[in-house]
């Protein structure tokens, strides 16, 4: 019991130590990168696809109790370990013994998860494993090595693969059926404390609060009032009948830990971004060609817009689907398909549910009059098919390099480029280059394959020149001296 109340105790005032201020989203994020093996291309087929519920009471009236749903849920939760490598600033006692320069201890941070299928399929959040070295998953007692199978920053969703049969994969409600004011509950591991469930209400859907990374952050979070803690992320947002409705993410608080909000990424979108990374080893992201902001009454004012509804188009990429099919800078879009769009959120929300070569329909309004338009989505290297991306992971040079896409040429203006991603410890730091850079030429050659890129820095010795982009758009040619 004592063991107990100084690991809730150290966990608890870790958490305040880290905490920002009261408008910051709390993350527990560690330091090292995790160089992800081959994705599996296996299908998996999730259990129990959602059909409607015929349930004793609606969704919105307070159940008698929650065991049912506790019961349908709880094991399928399991709780994560993320090994990081090792914290330099922390050293053993024999140390203040003997001196020397310290032995540094391995850091660890925990988190939660929901097994998707019964063959060991479990997602996740990214920044849940984000950077480790080894992942451990503990289900019922038992600990197993974890595999990454991939991950997606833009929705902060992760998906890990254990061996292991006949586990109890959750069964999967509809976030787009769920209701503001139902009863949900979440599951998870706070502080360390497995298996604990907490009870609340839907009190907003397509919720936007700029916490995501990623090139193209996708948020459009349900809010709840169920309390979510440290330790809760990635763990199962559930309705009444134990049905997953969402994967718990982030917290709104003053101190790290819960003080009225969480958010969670909607199940619809999880799981389409899961199924794609388990069968392409990257999200099938539909792009439309445009970059869209919300309407504030300020803006409808300007631009003598009469609803808030929608989003306003503020950019046309070249070439793109939305230039093909007519539509221009200052354009409405109210309406994506049967869906109609009264922010940001929904849009992204409702774009995140096709593929790319899929065809669209668009409503939207132009000086005040209203017109349709038809999309064919494209990918994000302009096409409309699949695409599997290729990645070059190395330790020596401590980051991921991959070619640039067609929305980063558009932005950045370039024709090809090598971007700099996952950096963490190693070469490419030690030379100052940052996240996000893009390397277009090495040594006045062009930079276009990563794996070449790749293989050459790791063995290039003498007079080195890169040229490029960084991430906030700002040209630079460096030369470094390299042995």
Do not use: C
């Amino acid at each position: 019991m004592n063991s107990l109340f100084k690991t809730t105790g150290v966990s608890f005032l870790a958490g305040l130590a880290g905490a920002a201020v009261w408008t910051s989203i709390n993350f527990s994020e560690t330091e090292q990168f995790y160089n992800a093996p081959e994705p599996n291309t296996a299908e998996v087929s999730f259990t129990s696809q959602h059909q409607p519920s015929t349930r004793p009471y609606a969704a919105t009236d307070a159940p008698i109790s929650f065991v049912e749903a506790s019961e349908n849920s709880t094991e399928s939760v399991v709780f994560i370990k993320n090994f990081s490598g090792t914290d330099p600033r922390r050293y053993s006692m024999f140390d203040y013994f003997f001196g020397g320069g310290g032995v540094p201890t391995q850091q660890v941070s925990t988190g939660s998860g929901v097994i998707i299928s019964a063959d060991g399929y479990i997602v996740t959040n990214n920044h849940v494993i984000d950077r480790a070295e080894t992942i451990e998953v503990v289900h019922k007692k038992r600990t197993y090595k974890a595999k990454l199978i991939g991950t997606d920053k833009n929705t902060d969703i992760a998906v890990l693969k254990i061996e292991e049969t006949n586990l109890p994969a959750i069964k999967r409600g509809s976030s787009r059926d769920l209701k503001i004011g139902e009863w949900v509950l979440a599951v998870g591991n706070p502080f360390n404390l497995t298996s604990t469930v907490t009870a609340g209400i839907v009190s907003a859907k397509e919720r936007q609060i700029n916490i995501l990374g990623g090139d193209f952050p996708l948020e459009s979070f349900i809010q709840t009032d169920a309390p979510i803690n440290p330790g809760n992320s990635g763990g199962a947002l559930v309705n009444v009948n134990g049905e997953l409705v969402g994967i718990n993410t982030a917290i709104l608080s003053r101190t790290g830990s819960y003080t009225g909000y969480g958010f969670a990424v909607p199940v619809d979108i999880a799981l389409k971004v899961s199924n794609d990374l388990i069968q392409y080893g990257e999200v099938q992201k539909a792009i439309p060609g445009i970059e869209a902001v919300e309407i504030t009454p300020e803006l409808a004012e300007e631009m003598n817009i009469k609803t808030l509804d929608g989003v306003i188009v503020t950019h046309v990429i070249k070439g793109g689907a939305a230039e093909q099919a007519g539509l221009q800078r200052n354009d409405v879009i109210t309406k994506l398909g049967n869906q109609v769009i009264t922010g940001k959120g929904s849009f992204e929300e409702a774009l995140s549910y096709y593929y790319p070569g899929d065809d669209l329909s668009v409503n939207f309004l132009r000086k005040g009059s209203s017109k349709t338009a038809e999309l064919r989505l494209q990918n994000l290297e302009g096409g409309n098919g699949v695409i599997k991306r290729e990645f070059y992971s190395s330790g020596i040079l401590g980051a991921r390099l991959e070619a640039v896409n067609t929305i980063e040429k558009d932005k950045f203006g370039v024709d090809y480029g090598i971007k700099i991603t996952g950096l963490t410890r190693g070469y490419l730091r030690e030379l100052g280059l940052r996240e996000g850079f893009i390397i277009t030429q090495i040594n006045g050659n062009p930079a276009q394959d990563p794996n070449k890129v790749g293989a050459y820095l790791e063995k290039y010795s003498g007079r080195l020149l890169l040229e490029g982009v960084a991430s906030n758009g700002q040209p630079f040619m460096q030369s470094y001296s390299v042995r």
